[in-house]
């Protein structure tokens, strides 16, 4: 079984996917999928979707400059 954790700060979420539902219907979670990530992104609350997404601009922002770097 899959093991569900935050994908920032890898929290521990549910068992599988199938218990992220609770008695009153689907948790909400965040969730993101970016184009460059072969995978669904699952998060613990808005607070680590948000501190991901900084990161991930930022690692974003650090390639961009190597590869100008590298054209140069």
């Given at each position: ?45 808005l ?13 974003q ?12």
């Amino acid at each position: 079984k899959d093991v569900v954790r935050c994908s920032f700060c890898n929290k521990f979420l549910a068992i599988n996917y199938d218990d992220l539902d609770t008695n009153s219907g689907k948790l909400t979670v965040p969730e993101l999928t970016l184009p460059d990530v072969q995978e669904h992104l699952i998060f613990e609350d808005l607070d680590c979707l948000e501190k991901y997404i900084q990161k991930y601009k930022k690692e974003q922002d650090i390639l961009n400059k190597l590869k100008e770097i590298k054209r140069d």
